[in-house]
């Protein structure tokens, strides 16, 4: 069964430095977001992407935030400059339509900001 | 804005009971989708089980029963026959219908099942 798949597992990193957070939707979906969890606490949407562009955002999801899709397959999450409470779980999912409302969520990938 | 609510921080069960776990919301929206997802220790969100707001017929999936109280706002997990690997952090998430909606799924805070062997 196609599944959700991100990159790196876990990221450590210093605070100030740039990280890129990979996730590899399911083939034949269209829509994306990305979501957090900070330990303890409840998931959060951080942004949603269709169509090459972002088409919903929360509070959280300011200017150190960015997505892009550079190719076909991957979609990424690049924090520019990390804090420490950037330090979270960050789950990447994907719906095969708008219409279609289950969101399929990948592993997650645990960053770490020291 | 739409509000999920999991009043239960914890749960525990024996192996082959059955348990419930509860969750509410708030919203003004007529239709939408209400959602439980399982998180075990690894942290991958899995779905458990999902309900569409129109309709009246409460979805189940295997040993996986919602108790869908529109009027009410509640959306409650049964599982039956509890096993061992059912014990996760649960949530419940909603999201607002397609037509206009937003597509963030909104979670509660999640419960914690533990399961007895």
């Known amino acids: 069964e196609p599944e959700v798949t991100q990159t790196p597992s876990h990221q450590v990193t210093q605070m100030g430095q740039e990280v890129i957070l990979r996730c590899v939707p399911i083939?034949?979906?269209?829509?994306f977001y990305w979501y957090r969890q900070i330990l303890g606490q409840k998931v959060e949407f951080l942004v949603s992407?269709?169509?090459?562009?972002?088409?919903?955002k929360s509070e959280i999801f300011d200017d150190q935030f960015s997505v892009e899709r550079p190719d076909g397959s991957n979609f990424t999450l690049k924090i520019r400059s990390t804090k420490l409470e950037d330090s979270a779980m960050y789950f990447c999912?994907?719906?095969?339509?708008?219409?279609?409302?289950?969101?399929?969520f990948g592993p997650g990938t645990r960053l770490l900001v020291l | 804005a739409q509000t999920v609510t999991q009043s239960q921080p914890e749960m525990s069960v024996q192996e082959a009971e059955t348990v419930t776990l509860s969750c509410t919301y708030d919203?003004?929206?007529?239709?939408?989708?209400l959602f439980w997802y399982k998180q075990p220790p690894s942290r991958q969100m899995i779905l458990v089980i999902r309900?569409?707001?129109?309709?009246?017929q409460n979805a189940t999936e295997n040993r996986f029963s919602v108790n869908f109280q529109k009027a009410a706002k509640s959306f409650s997990l049964k599982i039956s026959d509890s096993q061992l690997g059912d014990a996760a952090m649960y949530f419940c998430?909603?999201?607002?219908?397609?037509?206009?909606?937003?597509?963030?799924?909104?979670f509660g805070k999640g419960t914690k099942l533990t399961v007895n062997p």
């Open positions: 999912a994907s719906n095969p339509t708008r219409v279609r409302e289950t969101q399929y």
């Open positions: 083939s034949n979906h269209l829509y």
């Open positions: 992407f269709y169509n090459n562009e972002i088409s919903e």
């Open positions: 919203t003004s929206e007529s239709d939408y989708y």
């Open positions: 309900q569409e707001a129109y309709k009246q």
């Open positions: 998430a909603y999201r607002s219908p397609t037509q206009g909606g937003s597509e963030k799924l909104v």
